[in-house]
């Protein structure tokens, strides 16, 4: 039978189902597959090469001297093969959520095609790409869109769902992000009813379904599960990631 392959988790920057904080934009998730007593070898050794007056290594202190930065350079080259970092945008993350929760609900019979013609992809990065655009009402749809997910109150987003859709004067153009508003607003009933079944139908009754360690989490899952031996992984206590442990072991 394989060996344990044991990992340790952290994350960076996490805040919870907001995706729209001011000072946080955006959220990290690493993991390493290195023991405690080789991790303390490995740093125990790169101190010594680079001496540096911190009983803690913390990168926002390190990445301020050229010692600091030595260390972190030698602790990454030390460790090269044994580690995953994912990176996220916060809010291209929220944007992909918009197909997830918007769009899916419609489709969710069949949706391959739409994944197969990376529609998924277009979604988020046209909702992204309009967002700071002020022609439009993206902005605030997104921004509105974020509080119904938390809240599963349609009434949170009346841009997404009970504005009536204006029609455009001759020789007027339509600004494009409509496009996402006219789909919401002609499919409002069978996406509020579809989204509504998370409150049953999620570990955590919707609370952090925009949350992104658990996704993090399940990609490093994979990643380290193509070494092909049984996991054993550590992470830091988190609220998300307790709601849906159980849906992630292979116990069950």
């Known amino acids: 039978m394989p060996t344990i392959l044991e990992i340790f988790c952290d994350e960076s920057g996490h805040t919870g189902p907001d995706l729209l904080h001011r000072e946080q934009r955006y959220f990290g998730f690493g993991s390493v597959a290195i023991s405690d ?15 540096v007056q911190m009983p803690e290594l913390k990168a926002t202190k390190l990445l301020h001297s050229a010692n600091g930065r030595s260390i972190v350079l030698d ?55 309009w967002f700071s655009d002020n022609r439009s009402d993206a902005e605030e749809s997104i921004r509105q869109f974020q509080i119904y997910m938390r809240t599963l109150n349609e009434s949170e987003a009346p ?3 009970d504005r009536v859709n204006k029609p455009v004067s001759k020789g007027e153009k339509e600004h494009p992000f409509n496009m996402i508003l006219r789909f919401a607003r002609g499919y409002r009933d069978i996406i509020i009813e579809d989204n509504a079944d998370l409150i049953s139908s999620s ?13 993090a989490l399940w990609s490093h899952l994979n990643f380290w599960g193509q070494k092909d031996r049984p996991l054993l992984v550590r992470c830091d206590t988190s609220k998300p990631l307790e709601a849906y442990a159980d849906k992630l072991s292979g116990d069950k």
Not at 37 to 51: G, V
Not at 203 to 215: E, F, M, T, Y
């Open 37 to 51: 007593d080789e991790a303390y070898q490995i740093i125990a050794k790169s101190r010594q090469k680079f001496p």
């Open 75 to 129: 602790v990454f080259r030390a460790s090269n093969g044994r580690f995953a970092v994912n990176f996220h945008d916060k809010l291209l993350a929220l944007c992909g959520w918009i197909f997830e929760y918007i769009y899916e609900p419609v489709y969710k019979r069949d949706p391959r095609i739409l994944y197969q013609k990376n529609f998924h992809r277009f979604v988020a990065m046209y909702a992204w790409l």
């Open 159 to 161: 841009i997404l769902f």
């Open 203 to 215: 570990a955590d009754g919707g609370r952090w379904v925009l949350d992104l360690s658990i996704s």
